[in-house]
């Protein structure tokens, strides 16, 4: 989901408040180490990384040992197959003795056993973004399809989104996949304000009618959905969930013979797909009600 966003030792050091010695260690040790790029000769670290970084300087500041830190980090990687990147992935506390992993009111030693925690990145998150002012639309859109891999940074991917369209107020990828974070988290009339302004932007996407059309039919606007979601398959005559979405609106106003045609076409498009089988039980019971004459079609 676009380019990992990369920072070099210069940006980690002016985030982070670190020396290049410091940096230097901590890869000797195999705490966080720098990646390099295909066809890029300087080393850098993603976010993640900062995550990591940030953990390691605020446990050595309260005193643990940076060898016994290491073994901890060892034993978790070894351990934990699922946990690629311990610093970042888990809280890690000491208690003055030893290296702990939390999770909830419980504190576990890293060899006891499976878990994977949250770590606050909101302070993190902050730095980052004064270093960052002045990015391009297309930085801040690839800072945001970051965010959004990682589920538990949404409200940074839709920040990161935001600042796009605030630099370009027509970045139509921007507005349909921000409308979609809302939509899935269940603010329709969020959502249904971004893929308007995608509609009005590109008139010509299908998907943007497509989303605006669905959203439309979740808030109970059915006339408002059906017009959008009629767009979207005149643009896209071969939009398969179009069509879908189309029959099933248009049923709820009783459009039964326009309800059909779509249901027809959803099966002749996608005619083994997980719905295809209820368009056909749609289409059969559109066929029995015309025959026993209960509905005109």
């Known amino acids: 989901m676009g380019t990992t966003e990369r920072y070099s030792p210069a940006d ?65 990687k070894e351990k934990l197959e699922q946990v690629q990147t311990p610093l970042s992935q888990l809280r890690i506390l000491w208690d003055g003795k030893e290296v702990l992993v939390e999770q909830g009111v419980a504190r576990l030693e890293p060899v006891s056993g499976q878990f994977v925690l949250n770590f606050e990145t909101r302070e993190l998150d902050e730095s980052v973004r004064v270093i960052t002012r002045g990015r391009s639309a297309d930085e801040w859109m690839s800072l945001a399809l970051t965010y959004e891999a990682d589920k538990g940074m949404r409200v940074q991917a839709i920040e990161a989104y935001d600042q796009c369209v605030g630099i370009d107020p027509r970045n139509v990828g921007a507005l349909l996949n921000c409308g979609t974070l809302y939509y899935e988290d269940g603010n329709f009339e969020k959502a249904a304000d971004y893929f308007r302004r995608a509609v009005e932007s ?8 497509f989303n605006l059309g669905s959203v439309l039919e979740e808030m109970g606007e059915i006339e408002g959905a059906r017009q959008h979601l009629r767009q979207a398959v005149r643009l896209e005559p071969g939009y398969c969930d179009a069509h879908y979405n189309l029959a099933f609106v248009c049923e709820k106003l009783r459009a039964f013979s326009e309800a059909r045609e779509h249901w027809q076409m959803y099966v002749k498009l996608d005619p083994v797909g997980p719905w295809a089988a209820y368009a056909r039980q749609r289409l059969a019971v559109g066929a029995a009600s015309r025959t026993a004459g209960t509905n005109r079609i």
Not at 20 to 41: C, E, F, N, T, Y
Not at 202 to 207: G, K, T
């Open 202 to 209: 590109d008139a010509e996407s299908a998907l943007a009618h």
């Open 12 to 76: 980690v050091q002016r985030i982070l408040g670190l020396t290049s010695k410091q940096l230097d260690h901590w890869d000797r040790l195999r705490l966080v180490s720098p990646q390099q790029q295909d066809g890029d000769a300087a080393k850098s670290y993603d976010f993640r990384d900062l995550i990591g970084l940030r953990t390691v300087k605020q446990l050595l500041e309260k005193g643990v040992p940076a060898n016994r830190l290491q073994k901890a980090v060892c034993a978790l």
